[in-house]
Structures are given as C-alpha cells and as structure tokens.
C-alpha cells in the first residue's frame, strides 16, 4: 500500500495554497513552478478539489485559486479523499473477497491499518502542516528560488 502521486501532488499543492493563504489567489503556474508539478496534471487535481468544495477558483488577472476554508480546517484525509485517492492496504480493495469469495487469513490487520492511515491522516490539518518549522524552511527556499528564476534573462537561441 502507498499514496499514489496523485495524493501526493494534490497535498503539496493545497500545503502550497495554505502557506500563501494570507496573500490571495494564487496561480497554477506558480504552484507547478514551485512544486515541481506538471501544470496540465493540476489542472486536472484542482477540478476534482474544486467540485468538493476545497478550493474556490478566481478569474482574470490576479486570478487563480484560493483554499475554500482556513488551512486549519482541512484535514489531509479531505484531501485525499477528494481526488478519489484510497489509501486502503488491503489486498481486495475493501471488498472482502481477497481470499476466493471470503476474506483471506491477514484481511483485518490491513484493514486495521488502513483504519489507522485514515485517522491520522484525518488529524491533520493544512494548519498543522504550515506551522511546522521544517515546511516553513522548505517553503523559504522553494520561493527564493522560484525568485531567483524569474529573474534570469531569457536567452535568445
């Protein structure tokens, strides 16, 4: 069992949202430059964000995209959930078939665990994450970075 980079990518990219939350919008392009992440693959993550009611999109400029709520008041579960992400660890997907048409012999350790991901995942918020030191130091270097680059004259070829 592993988060796929779809949860992965959609994460970072509310954790992105929520540590500029104080500033506004922000765009996608700006998020992919800063994250790494393809601009067309969170157009797609952010229309599934959007329909859930996570994010609330502006248009025009000074446009782009915004957390529907404070960053405390999203737990990464939501997030998870909201792209269709299941973070199950059972062999059969939660359907309790994985042994022929029973449960197989470990059925209800993964699926204590799995149980478990989703409740700590569930515990935490956009918040918590933000308030964290170490993302702040992260997040300190990818925009002196992202600085940086806009800088740079662009060369003619």
Not at 6 to 19: E, S
Not at 26 to 32: F, G, P
Request: net charge neutral; with cysteine.
């Amino acid at each position: 069992m592993r988060l796929t980079t779809k949860g992965r990518y959609a994460v970072t990219a509310m954790l992105d949202l929520a540590i500029h939350y104080e500033k506004g919008a922000v765009t996608l392009s700006d998020i992919a430059g800063r994250q790494g992440i393809s601009l067309s693959y969170l157009e797609q993550l952010f229309a599934r964000l959007r329909r859930k009611g996570l994010v609330k999109s502006t248009r025009g400029p000074g446009g782009g995209y915004q957390l529907a709520t404070e960053p405390q008041n999203i737990p990464v579960a939501e997030i998870v959930s909201a792209i269709n992400e299941n973070v199950d660890a059972t062999r059969c997907g939660g359907e309790k078939n994985c042994d022929k048409d029973g449960r197989c012999l470990t059925h209800y350790l993964w699926e204590d665990l799995s149980t478990r991901i989703h409740e700590f995942l569930n515990q935490i918020t956009l918040g918590d994450l933000v308030n964290q030191p170490n993302v702040q130091e992260v997040a300190c270097r990818q925009e002196e970075i992202s600085r940086t680059a806009s800088l740079q004259p662009v060369r003619a070829q």
